[in-house]
């Protein structure tokens, strides 16, 4: 599962995803959040990062986060981020 952030279900974040390694030199054509657990209440992005903006969740829950983007030159890459919705 890797690492896991904490969350309390009141809070409103967002997540920045920042793809300028992955990219080199190639830029973001489109870019898609999935979520589970959680609301995804907004997204947007650059030629080189995508930010959403995360609400809700269950108390004890594990929610998560996945940015795939797509690029100019037609490769594909995901970045996922999981939270352990608790009370702060």
Request: charge should be negative.
């Amino acid at each position: 599962m890797g690492y896991v952030k904490t969350k309390d279900p009141d809070e409103v974040l967002d997540w920045n995803v920042e793809w300028t390694t992955e990219l080199s030199g190639d830029t973001i054509s489109t870019s898609t959040f999935t979520v589970d657990g959680v609301t995804l209440d907004s997204d947007s992005n650059t030629t080189t990062d995508a930010t959403a903006w995360i609400s809700g969740g269950t108390l004890g829950a594990l929610a998560s986060i996945t940015n795939e983007i797509v690029t100019a030159s037609g490769r594909t890459f995901n970045k996922s981020i999981n939270y352990r919705i608790v009370v702060k």
